[in-house]
Structures are given as C-alpha cells and as structure tokens.
C-alpha cells in the first residue's frame, strides 16, 4: 500500500521542512540515496533503511510556493511528517532559548515541544 502526504507551502517553508525532514530521517539512520532536480523544477530525495525507502519531493507551485510530497510505499508517511517538523520547530528554537539568561528557557521549550508532539498524537488520532 502506497502512503502519501502532500502540502503546498511557502518558499521559506519548503526549505526549513527540507532541512528538517533530512536531518529527521539521519536520526532514524535513513541512507539519503539520491538528490535530482534543477532550480526552478521538480527536486527529489531519497532516504533508504533496510527495505523501506521514502522519497520527498518538492516542485514549484505557482509564484513564491512548493509543493511538498512525501512519499513510501511501507511506512506511514504522516507520523514521519509531524516527528521531522516538532524536531525542525525545536531545533529552530533552541538557540533562541540559549541566550535567555534564566533557567526556565529551557523548560519553556521542552513544554512548547511536547505541547505541539501531543498535538499532532490527536491529529493523528
């Protein structure tokens, strides 16, 4: 059965998920097999562990948007999805939190963390 989730997104967007999506999957210990595609066209990656293998693409989408497919044939695409952008959204925060001088910034970003992990646990059901 084939598993897909789809998103049209800003730019910025695109980029920061791209960049978060990667460093998700290296976590995971996903190979990146392979990266396509030229500017202003369709880009795809490929991440490979055993015999799972998902692939994200991104292509324009009209003026100033991507759209965003991830895609694999064995694993549920969605959970993969919302665990690459709580990682992204955390890393992206940390070193904000840093230079806060009082001890509860790094509380803070713990609960914004899980905050939004429960979150998506409902959105999935």
């Known amino acids: 059965m084939a598993y897909n989730y789809e998103a049209v997104v800003t730019i910025a967007g695109h980029e920061m998920f791209q960049e978060a ?3 998700y999957m290296a976590t995971l210990e ?11 066209g369709l880009t795809a990656h490929q991440y490979r562990r055993g015999d799972h293998l998902v692939s994200l693409s991104v292509s324009a989408e009209g003026q100033g948007s991507s759209r965003i497919v991830v895609h694999s044939d064995t694993l549920h695409v969605e959970q993969l999805v ?10 992206f925060l940390q070193p904000f939190c840093e230079t806060f001088t009082d001890q509860s910034s790094e509380e803070v970003l713990r609960s914004l963390v899980q905050d939004l992990r429960d ?4 959105i999935l059901g």
């Open 21 to 23: 999506f990667s460093r």
């Open 119 to 122: 979150a998506f646990e409902r």
């Open 82 to 91: 919302l665990d690459a952008l709580t990682e992204g959204v955390a890393d």
């Open 30 to 40: 996903f190979d990146h097999m392979s990266v396509g595609g030229r500017v202003g």
